[in-house]
């Protein structure tokens, strides 16, 4: 829980040091140098690296969860043939052995819904990083339609600024 907390404070903290890279000051211009521009670049590749370690972790995971559930079954199965076999001499340790496997069976029957939750949380998150990196994708192409409007205005301001120059030398 402790690294899952960090992990999401170290997300946000960098997701605000990319929000705070296009900037835009009091003038119009947008504050953008070096320094902005490094730092959204480590936070995106940061925020990379942990997905991948963040996938490569969810693989693993269900790697050993598969393990698992196959020698749950595995195990279910030898334990029903002991139970046969045990049966079949009349051994006194027929009621321990009928609990063990009521209890197989138990542990087996909470692991299904536990792997399907497992899969459900798995594509909220795919879902979640879809919308994520659709608003990211929407934030950036903003951010380039507003760069491309200031230096418009700029360059028709300076246009007018030069003509109304010309106009008072005109005159004078």
């Known amino acids: 829980m402790t690294t899952q907390r960090q992990i999401v404070e170290q997300q946000q903290s960098q997701m605000q040091k ?3 890279s296009g900037v835009i000051s009091y003038n119009g211009s947008p504050l953008t140098d070096d ?3 490094e730092m959204s670049r480590s936070a995106l590749s940061a925020f990379r690296a942990k997905e ?9 995971v269900r790697e050993r969860v598969q393990a698992q559930l196959g020698r ?7 334990l029903a043939e002991i139970r046969e076999e045990l049966e079949a001499l009349s051994d006194p340790m027929r009621k321990e052995v009928a609990i063990i496997r009521k209890r197989i069976d138990a542990v087996n029957r909470e692991l299904r819904p536990l792997g399907q939750g497992c899969q459900k949380k798995e594509k909220e ?3 979640a990083l879809e919308a994520f990196n659709e608003k990211n994708k929407e ?3 903003l951010v380039t339609k507003l760069m491309e409007l200031v230096s418009e205005s700029e360059r028709l301001r300076m246009k007018k ?3 109304l120059s010309k106009n008072i030398e005109s005159i004078q």
Do not use: G, P, S
Not at 52 to 60: A, D, G, L, Q, V
Not at 72 to 78: H, L, W
């Open 18 to 20: 990319v929000k705070n």
């Open 35 to 37: 320094k902005d521009e």
């Open 72 to 78: 749950v079954e595995e195990e279910t199965k030898r």
């Open 139 to 141: 934030k950036a192409q």
């Open 52 to 60: 991948e370690e963040i996938e490569r972790k969810k693989m693993e």
């Open 125 to 127: 998150y795919k879902e």
């Open 161 to 163: 600024l030069e003509e």
